[in-house]
């Protein structure tokens, strides 16, 4: 083979090793991360899949002293539903 026909072949050799490699950064670059608005769009879907828009009558104030018999009542810092004995300053929680 003249030196000519090498030369051209060693160029299409290191140009296809480039390319290659761009495209593999680019790939790895975008496959492990999500960008803020995606997660705060992921985070939205989340909660409302949770409430289904309906609101839960929740209490502020959740205490398990008295000699009541426990009940369950939702506490609205968790929006779960608690034992407690006595209950107070009633809200609304999602």
Excluded: P
């Excluded at 290659?20 to 950064?25: F, I, R, S």
Aim: aromatic share 4%; hydrophobic share 40%.
């Amino acid at each position: 083979m003249s030196k000519v026909i090498k030369f051209v072949l060693s160029i299409c050799v290191v140009v296809a090793i480039a390319v290659v490699a761009a495209v593999n950064v680019v790939i790895n670059s975008n496959s492990g991360s999500l960008s803020d608005l995606q997660l705060a769009n992921i985070e939205a879907l989340a909660r409302a899949e949770d409430s289904n828009g309906q609101t839960l009558d929740c209490y502020n104030t959740i205490s398990n002293s008295g000699i009541l018999n426990q009940t369950h009542r939702t506490y609205c810092g968790s929006c779960s539903a608690l034992l407690c004995r006595s209950w107070s300053d009633s809200s609304t929680c999602n």
